[in-house]
């Protein structure tokens, strides 16, 4: 059933079971596949498998790593991840499926890849309206992390030939369902802040979350976090952390990369996709180990190595 992509080639196929079909093989196998949703082309991957997500960050070529929102299928879905208070709980049943994204506390034991939320404890979570997302989270049954499906620093895709454009080569497929309707990213709450504005208003949001004795909701001054590595709540170790180290002190919990074995390691074969894919698992490991600081191994910075430095950097710097 699954056509196997020449390497380097990404299809394009028109919306229906055959496109879903494959596209839901594909995600199964750990690729990220392009999918219209209501705001723009986003490039879904399995949200529970950290390969997969790693491969969205590879294909983006993103320099950092921001958390993602997860799509889902409808509200019971997204309960099994996320813990809803009563106004999380009616900003959703007023405006799902749609363009709006909630940030709520993640579930400890829910089942979601640490480089999802890039090891925060609190998860953005979506219910599309798009068939072609719909569809697709239907046959693969997973909640998909999604991303707008385009290479960092360029525009977000509204047509599956802005896609093709940007990241063709570097992902096997792309459904093509025409041109997004909002062309404009989901706005995004957290409680009663807007941390993006989007396609939904404040006004809007207002009007579900102002209950008795709350305050208005407030855009965030600045506008949001939309730029890489901006997001004030990034998840950094509670203890000091040594970069570009090929050895460990009595005292270090060292995280190693190839031929530097450490600890516990990043990827013993020196794959920098597995590196993303583990990073944030080995960041958490580290800070509870009984070592009191830490040091990592270098990990060269090419492709998604930049990303992983970038944040590797950041849990340095406290
Ligand atoms: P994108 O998926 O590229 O449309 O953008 C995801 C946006 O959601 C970024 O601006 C993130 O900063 C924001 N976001 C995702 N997860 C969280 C979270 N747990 N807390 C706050 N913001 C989040
Ligand atoms: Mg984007």
Same mark, same amino acid.
């Given at each position: ?19 879903? #079909?494959?596209? &839901?093989? @594909?995600? +199964?196998? !750990?690729? $990220?596949? %392009?999918? /219209?949703?209501?705001?723009?082309? =986003? ?88 068939? #072609?997302?719909? &569809?697709? @989270?239907? +046959?693969? !049954?997973? $909640?998909? %992390?999604? /991303?707008?499906?385009?290479?960092? =620093? ?165």
């Amino acid at each position: 059933m699954l056509v196997p992509n020449t390497p380097g080639t990404t299809r394009t196929l028109r919306y229906g079971t055959a496109a879903i #079909a494959e596209a &839901a093989a @594909l995600i +199964a196998a !750990g690729e $990220p596949v %392009a999918v /219209p949703t209501e705001t723009v082309y =986003g490039l879904a991957a399995d949200a529970t498998n950290p390969h997969a997500v790693a491969r969205i960050y590879a294909a983006k070529d993103r320099p950092s790593f921001n958390p993602l929102i997860v799509h889902v299928r409808d509200v019971a879905a997204a309960e099994r991840i996320g813990m809803f208070d009563a106004d999380a709980r009616a900003l959703a049943g007023r405006f799902w499926p749609g363009p709006l994204t909630l940030v709520v506390p993640l579930k400890p034991d829910a089942e979601i890849a640490a480089l999802v939320t890039a090891g925060l404890d609190t998860i953005a979570l979506r219910v599309p309206r798009h068939r #072609a997302m719909q &569809a697709l @989270l239907d +046959a693969t !049954g997973k $909640p998909l %992390a999604a /991303p707008s499906a385009n290479a960092s =620093g360029s525009i977000s895709p509204t047509r599956a030939a802005h896609v093709v454009a940007s990241l063709g080569g570097r992902i096997p497929l792309v459904i093509d369902d025409g041109a997004t309707e909002a062309g404009l990213e989901s706005t995004i709450v957290k409680g009663c802040t807007i941390l993006r504005p989007g396609p939904i208003t404040a006004i809007d949001v207002r009007q579900y979350v102002a209950g008795e004795g709350r305050g208005p909701v407030s855009n965030r001054p600045g506008g949001g976090l939309e730029s890489p590595g901006q997001l004030p709540s990034h998840y950094a170790p509670s203890k000091p952390l040594r970069l570009h180290a090929t050895d460990a002190a009595d005292d270090e919990w060292l995280i190693g990369f190839g031929a530097i074995a450490g600890d516990d390691t990043l990827s013993a074969t020196g794959d920098p996709v597995e590196a993303a894919a583990r990073l944030f698992d080995a960041l958490h490991h580290a800070d509870a180990a009984p070592r009191s600081r830490i040091a990592v191994a270098p990990v060269p910075a090419e492709g998604i190595g930049i990303a992983i430095n970038d944040r590797l950097r950041r849990a340095a710097h406290r």
